[in-house]
């Protein structure tokens, strides 16, 4: 079960800011908390946070790395980057990895600027507009388009320029609604995408830390960058490490198409829009959550990616999986249950320590 420390770490990378290629709140929060379980932890080229817990029995250092295990967990969230700033000082967006206004509605937002961090208010102009207004017949019929939105700063143009806000300024969700809001057993909010799997791969490399003697190969934590947009991270530390396997760790869509369920049960993916997970790998994680006690979910979601997959289509590693927090409301106001991490980072270390039946 998640005990106060995760929720507390959960809220903590939640109010963390971290559009995709900007993430340095989050990065501060995952490198901080590596260096507590793991042997080496570093920041790579790319800004990818590693951390290494190294297997120490009955195995070769060389052959121990060669045959690591990747777990990977993304920093970044869906978030708008500047178009163009307006001679009225409103700014024109864009969505910065998978995201509609939808996602966000009518909302505080926060301008990064390069000298100031600005408020700005998400806006779909008035609801009470005919269809000869230009975002009207969009707003009234509820298919708005980033085209119809604007960011009401109220500066002028000279002033957002002095505080370093231009073209390809990122725009996130304030602060001011980042907070999470418990349900019952839940906990919602927006961003839990890929803020609890954060936390449960953080949790799974101290489970994993503390059983280290029963590894039998490295096991390799990566909080990547810029996973909503082009997977850029992942692919460059498939690249530059060593390693047969990579395991994404995500969130997953509640749907009955997938029949898929709201539970702490972990989802594991066997294929995916870019193609199938490595049924090796997908068979050895689902059996590690039936090693914990779970009735985990295996899934097909034509409409989903990940890093593993990413890698997977490259040919950058052999082998790939994916495995799942179930999530209701992805990329929109998640929901996950308290005990959604926890079994996730439980089903990792089993599958890090346990004997693996093909993988």
Not at 18 to 27: I, S, T
Not at 96 to 111: H, Q, S, T
Not at 265 to 288: C, N, R, W
Not at 307 to 317: R, V
Request: glycine letters at 8%.
């Amino acid at each position: 079960m998640a005990n106060t420390e995760d929720l507390k770490l959960l809220e903590e990378l939640l109010l963390a800011r971290g559009p995709g290629g900007q993430e340095d709140e989050v990065r501060r929060i995952c490198l901080r908390e590596l260096k507590r379980s793991c042997d080496e932890v570093w920041v790579d080229a790319a800004d990818n946070v590693i951390g290494v817990v190294r297997a120490t029995e009955g195995i070769s250092r060389e052959e121990a790395a060669q045959r690591s295990v990747v777990i990977m967990a993304h920093q970044d969230e869906i978030a708008m980057v500047v178009k163009r700033v307006n001679s009225d000082g409103t700014l024109s967006v864009v969505a910065l990895g998978g995201a509609f206004p939808v996602n966000f509605g009518m909302c505080p937002v926060d301008i990064m600027g390069e000298h100031a961090l600005l408020p700005g208010v998400l806006s779909f102009g008035t609801m009470h507009a005919t269809p000869e207004s230009p975002q009207g017949a969009d707003v009234l019929s509820g298919n708005v388009q980033w085209k119809d939105v604007h960011v009401l700063t109220r500066r002028s143009k000279d002033e957002l320029g002095e505080a370093g806000i231009r073209a390809g300024t990122r725009v996130v969700l304030s602060q001011h609604w980042r907070q999470p809001f418990n349900v019952n057993d839940a906990i919602a909010a927006h961003f839990l995408d890929d803020r609890a799997p954060i936390v449960a791969t953080l949790k799974a490399a101290a489970l994993t830390a503390a059983r280290r003697s029963l590894l039998k190969r490295d096991a390799v934590f990566i909080f990547t960058t810029k996973e909503e947009e082009t997977n850029g991270g992942a692919q460059y530390a498939a690249r530059t490490l060593p390693g047969e396997i990579v395991i994404a760790v995500e969130v997953g869509p509640i749907a009955e198409e997938y029949d898929t369920q709201l539970s702490a049960d972990p989802i594991v993916l066997t294929g995916d829009e870019k193609g199938f997970y490595s049924k090796s790998v997908t068979d050895d994680l689902l059996q590690a959550a039936e090693r914990c006690g779970l009735n985990p979910q295996p899934a097909l979601m034509p409409d989903f990616a990940s890093d593993a997959s990413a890698i997977l289509s490259s040919g950058s590693k052999g082998k790939a999986g994916c495995i799942a927090i179930p999530t209701e409301n992805t990329h929109g106001y998640e929901v996950v249950l308290h005990d959604g991490m926890d079994a996730c980072a439980r089903t990792l270390t089993e599958y890090l320590i346990g004997k693996p039946v093909n993988g």
